[in-house]
Nanobody, 123 residues
Framework: VQLQASGGGLVRAGDSLRLSCAASGRTFSYYAMAWFRQAPGKEREFVASISYSGGGTYYAGSVKGRFSISRDNAKNTVYLQKNSLQPEDTAVYYC?????????????????WGQGTLVTVSS
């Protein structure tokens, strides 16, 4: 599975933004998918994950209630809708896939990674 993230950019605090991650390969719908992010000078951290069917989701506490993960298996795409963005949300956002379940937050659980898309939130 190859992943291609897009949708990043420069926004203001309070704005919304939707990231997309397009996957190649017919096995996309078999796997749980996730978004991670890496802020400058920090470790890459888990943001959100979604089950293979889309029926289950899990969020990091810092984004719960503001971000929403979804997927369209017919389009081989997973999305991250981000609302009420704050400067601390500034990071490179990576999509990841290949996990057997959506409850995993560890990077090592996901064998497939996209190249990342930069989101910058100005105050």
């Amino acid at each position: 599975v190859q992943l291609q993230a897009s949708g990043g950019g420069l926004v203001r605090a309070g704005d919304s933004l939707r990231l997309s991650c397009a996957a190649s390969g017919r096995t996309f719908s078999y796997y749980a998918m996730a978004w991670f992010r890496q802020a400058p000078g920090k470790e890459r951290e888990f943001v959100a994950s979604i089950s293979y069917s889309g029926g289950g989701t899990y969020y990091a506490g810092s984004v719960k209630g503001r971000f929403s993960i979804s997927r369209d298996n017919a389009k081989n795409t997973v999305y991250l809708q981000k609302n009420s963005l704050q400067p601390e949300d500034t990071a490179v956002y990576y999509c990841a896939g290949g996990a057997s379940s959506y409850g995993f937050t560890s990077r090592s659980t996901y064998p497939y990674w996209g190249q990342g898309t930069l989101v910058t939130v100005s105050s």
